[in-house]
């Protein structure tokens, strides 16, 4: 739902969990990520880890989306390394929204 939301507004490339999200990403860098934080094979948390530990993507923004609820999640989430976490359920809009001011963020610096 929140891709083809997306879609409307940005280029959109879609992986079904962390560990595809990786390989797509030794092939391009994108403006910003959005992950959830729930995946199959490598988590988000990890996930965004590796992004921070990669010289490539370390400065790309990253949003979390997350189900689950509490303070705890959201701050291992971002102690990971993410820019911004956002709880589900989300009105796409939102999240339109938030990619777009990464996106405007990242060309600033």
């Known amino acids: ?3 083809e939301y997306l879609r409307l507004e940005f280029d959109v490339v879609e992986a079904g969990d962390g560990v595809a999200a990786l390989e ?3 092939h391009t ?5 959005v992950t959830d934080l729930a995946l199959p094979r490598m988590d ?5 880890e ?6 490539r993507l370390r400065h790309v923004p990253v949003i979390a989306l997350s189900g689950y609820s ?4 959201e701050g291992r989430a971002l102690q ?3 820019d911004r976490v956002l709880l589900k359920p989300c009105l796409p809009e ?3 929204q938030a990619v777009a001011s990464a996106t405007i963020r990242r060309k600033d610096s």
Do not use: K
């Open 1 to 3: 739902m929140y891709a």
């Open 44 to 48: 988000g948390f990890e996930l965004i």
């Open 50 to 55: 590796r992004i921070r530990r990669d010289d």
């Open 70 to 73: 509490g303070a705890e999640h």
């Open 94 to 96: 939102t999240l339109a």
């Open 29 to 33: 860098c994108p403006d910003v990520i």
């Open 80 to 82: 990971a390394g993410s």
């Open 24 to 26: 797509l990403m030794e």
